[in-house]
């Protein structure tokens, strides 16, 4: 059977919510379902609802076709241990995810870090495509990042390529599940400015409810959006700063805040090192979870369907 009949599922696997996508052999989307990731409820849920998912996309494959099955994890995996490391989803951390969910689904499975599977949708079917360096950037509960060189998403030996998340950039600044304190997660992620919002005012507010409130008439969170925007500008500026990429694309669902791209923008402009700063800020154009199709791609090909 040619390579071209394959169909392909993706899954996403967030830290607030699990999204799934079957694509035909000519990529065009069967199905696209989300539902809430149950990290609270520890690792074996997690994953029983990523098994179910690729079960439920599974069956939606004509009999007799092929299918691969790729998982975008917000870590990654040690080849030498087959065990996932440095994942804001701490439940998966020295766990066989990869091993287990083959057991359970009776099947091969690709396994890659959901910031490199965001930057190879991006840079294969967005508005990445065609630039020679692209850094894309996922900004949800956690933040991470992929580089992506003349079409191929690099890696590393260490399979950290990109991960600009754990720059510590605040010696003073609040623990980091990863051991350092002050990395660029806890400033700009959605649970960073979460925490650092109750850790201030001793109130728990959601990051969206923090956004309305700068959006309207609370000094409170217009104060904390204020340091969102400019820790924002001070991190992305510097890794302009490192790398001078082509473009810079933004996932996640903090890039659907319309400020990043403006005001965020005049901070990343004053703390990058060029006067003229003429790299592109760019919104996805694949939706804000678009690594879910990037899993899709980088999937392993199992049997035929029933």
Same mark, same amino acid.
């Given at each position: 059977?040619?390579?071209?009949?394959? &169909?392909?599922?993706?899954?996403?696997?967030?830290?607030?919510?699990?999204?799934?996508? @079957?694509?035909?052999?000519?990529?065009?989307?069967?199905? #696209?379902?989300?539902?809430?990731?149950?990290?609270?409820?520890? &690792?074996?849920?997690?994953?029983?609802?990523?098994?179910?998912?690729?079960?439920?996309?599974?069956?939606?494959? %004509?009999?007799?076709?092929? &299918?691969?099955?790729?998982?975008?994890? %917000?870590?990654?995996?040690?080849?030498?241990?087959? $065990?996932?490391?440095?994942?804001?989803?701490?439940? =998966?951390?020295?766990?066989?995810?990869?091993?287990?969910?083959?057991?359970?689904?009776? #099947?091969?499975?690709?396994? *890659?870090?959901? !910031?490199?599977?965001?930057? @190879?949708?991006?840079?294969? !079917? /967005?508005?990445?495509?065609?630039?020679?360096?692209?850094?894309?950037?996922?900004?949800?509960?956690?933040? +991470? /990042?992929?580089?992506?060189?003349? /079409?191929?998403?690099?890696?590393?030996?260490?399979?950290?390529?990109?991960?600009?998340?754990?720059?510590?950039?605040?010696?003073?600044?609040?623990?980091? &599940?990863?051991?350092?304190? +002050?990395?660029?997660?806890?400033?700009?992620?959605?649970?960073?400015?979460?925490?650092?919002?109750?850790? *201030?005012?001793?109130?728990?507010?959601?990051?969206?409810?923090?956004?309305?409130?700068?959006?309207?008439?609370?000094?409170?969170?217009?104060?904390?959006?204020?340091?969102?925007?400019?820790?924002?500008?001070?991190? $992305?500026?510097?890794?302009?700063?490192?790398?001078?990429?082509?473009?810079?694309? @933004?996932?996640?669902?903090?890039?659907?805040?319309?400020?990043?791209?403006?005001?965020?923008?005049? *901070?990343?402009?004053?703390?990058?090192?060029?006067?003229? $700063?003429?790299? %592109?800020?760019?919104?996805?154009?694949?939706?804000?979870?678009? /690594?879910?199709?990037?899993?899709?791609?980088?999937?392993?090909?199992?049997? =035929?369907?029933?």
């Amino acid at each position: 059977m040619a390579a071209g009949e394959l &169909y392909r599922i993706g899954i996403d696997l967030g830290g607030t919510k699990t999204e799934a996508v @079957l694509l035909d052999p000519r990529d065009a989307v069967v199905i #696209r379902k989300r539902r809430a990731t149950p990290l609270a409820e520890g &690792y074996w849920a997690v994953l029983a609802s990523v098994a179910a998912l690729v079960r439920e996309a599974a069956a939606l494959v %004509p009999p007799g076709r092929r &299918y691969s099955v790729g998982i975008g994890i %917000p870590g990654s995996v040690d080849e030498a241990t087959g $065990l996932v490391r440095n994942a804001n989803s701490v439940c =998966l951390i020295g766990r066989p995810f990869p091993a287990d969910l083959e057991r359970l689904l009776g #099947r091969e499975v690709g396994v *890659r870090n959901d !910031a490199d599977c965001f930057t @190879l949708a991006e840079c294969r !079917a /967005g508005f990445g495509s065609g630039s020679g360096l692209v850094f894309g950037v996922i900004m949800g509960t956690g933040c +991470g /990042g992929g580089i992506c060189l003349d /079409g191929v998403v690099r890696e590393g030996p260490h399979r950290i390529c990109g991960e600009w998340g754990h720059l510590s950039v605040d010696p003073q600044g609040a623990d980091c &599940y990863c051991g350092n304190r +002050g990395c660029v997660e806890t400033k700009i992620s959605g649970s960073g400015v979460e925490a650092a919002f109750l850790g *201030r005012y001793g109130e728990s507010l959601s990051m969206d409810r923090i956004v309305a409130g700068a959006r309207g008439d609370d000094p409170r969170c217009r104060a904390a959006f204020d340091t969102f925007l400019d820790d924002f500008g001070r991190c $992305l500026g510097g890794v302009i700063s490192i790398l001078d990429p082509d473009a810079v694309v @933004l996932g996640g669902g903090l890039s659907n805040i319309d400020e990043l791209y403006r005001a965020g923008f005049e *901070r990343v402009r004053h703390y990058a090192f060029h006067g003229d $700063l003429r790299t %592109p800020l760019l919104r996805n154009r694949l939706g804000d979870s678009a /690594g879910v199709f990037g899993a899709a791609w980088i999937g392993r090909e199992g049997g =035929l369907c029933g």
